[in-house]
């Protein structure tokens, strides 16, 4: 890589998700980034090693809630002072990015960011890097907001997709990953068109990856979203003691909108480049199950688990014995205060349960 990129290489991890799909194990005061989910480390831990051959501690941003502050301290104690900055509340994506990239642009709007969710799986963490490097020479030379996009393995009708032109995908022979222009940014779609997405072969699953340099993504926000923007320049000049302050002021005024809807379906500087290292968003109980081991009758216990003649099934248990007699494709999710059971394959429904609890004012449970 070319030593003007490497040098002002900046990853951001944005880690201030609610994580309400692994509702009971997740909860406000304690989301899915910082649950030890297929390893002995915090989904938020293994994102930083990841990052660290990449860039090291002093150039790696964290955004969070600051409901979270304590868990932050607990699980990064490294990160300090600017590089760790709090949300007073969640508004979604664009105004996370927003804020980090106009306080990493203070230093230089030409640094580059890798911009990721802190709660993703990488089955092949050296490849996940390379990907990165290539991502970066691309959104540093164009000027582009370079996407990761998954190369879909199923018709998934719980991601979003990006897709990018026939003709360029039938016309790659390289070594390297290419580098696609986006045509559109799809929401996630039925079945049926998700069936013609993976048919088509030039549709990929929209990872949420983004890498370009700061002064790039600011100027999208500018173009799409000044009512984001206009509020949040001050950032650019403001005293780093008088950043929470600022924020605690502005984000209640700020609107809520995810950066793929207010930009990426917008501009026309995003580009797309293919990776293939082994990714998932860890999104439901169903895909941790498919991602763990399992057992010779396919079933995947944690914790204090007694099976007999189960099949397909994932049970977990926070302390107490948790024990079943011929079941079949079952998720079953033991927690201190509550418990969740379900058959696989609906597991994106618990959001449905996290939203009656609301409704019930049943708090003490989320």
Not at 3 to 11: E, T
Request: with cysteine; charged share 25%.
């Amino acid at each position: 890589m070319d030593r003007k990129i490497k040098q002002r290489l900046k990853s951001v991890i944005m880690a201030g998700g609610s994580g309400t799909r692994f509702w009971p194990k997740s909860r406000r005061l304690f989301p899915k980034q910082f649950l030890k989910i297929l390893s002995d480390k915090s989904m938020l831990q293994m994102t930083i090693e990841r990052l660290l051959p990449l860039t090291p501690m002093d150039d790696i941003y964290i955004v969070g809630n600051r409901n979270h502050k304590a868990l932050f301290t607990q699980q990064v104690p490294a990160c300090h002072d600017h590089r760790l900055v709090l949300e007073p509340m969640g508004k979604n994506t664009a105004a996370c990015i927003a804020t980090i990239a106009f306080l990493i642009a203070r230093d230089d709007p030409e640094n580059v960011l890798f911009i990721l969710p802190a709660d993703h799986w990488i089955t092949n963490p050296g490849k996940f890097r390379e990907t990165l490097r290539l991502a970066a020479a691309a959104a540093f030379e164009e000027d582009a907001i370079v996407t990761l996009g998954i190369p879909p393995t199923f018709p998934a009708t719980g991601y979003g997709y990006i897709k990018v032109p026939a003709e360029s995908v039938k016309g790659d022979n390289g070594d390297d990953p290419p580098v696609h222009r986006v045509e559109a940014f799809v929401e996630k779609p039925d079945l049926e068109r998700a069936k013609a997405y993976l048919a088509s072969g030039n549709f990929f699953w929209n990872s949420g990856i983004f890498v370009t340099k700061a002064s790039v993504i600011l100027e999208e926000i500018e173009r799409f979203l000044p009512e984001l923007h206009d509020p949040l320049k001050t950032l650019a000049n403001i005293g780093l003691e008088d950043i929470d302050g600022f924020l605690e002021k502005i984000y209640p005024t700020l609107p809520s909108i995810s950066v793929d809807y207010g930009v990426m379906e917008k501009t026309d500087r995003a580009m797309m480049i293919e990776a293939d290292f082994g990714w998932s968003d860890v999104g439901s109980w169903d895909a941790l199950y498919d991602l763990s081991p399992k057992d010779a009758d396919a079933n995947v216990a944690e914790g204090l688990v007694l099976l007999e003649n189960c099949r397909g099934c994932l049970v977990s248990s926070h302390g107490r014995l948790v024990a079943g007699v011929g079941l079949e494709d079952m998720v079953v999710i033991d927690s201190a205060d509550a418990t969740l059971i379900l058959p696989r394959g609906r597991s994106q429904d618990v959001r449905r349960i996290v939203a009656r609890l609301e409704e019930k004012g049943m708090k003490d449970l989320l």
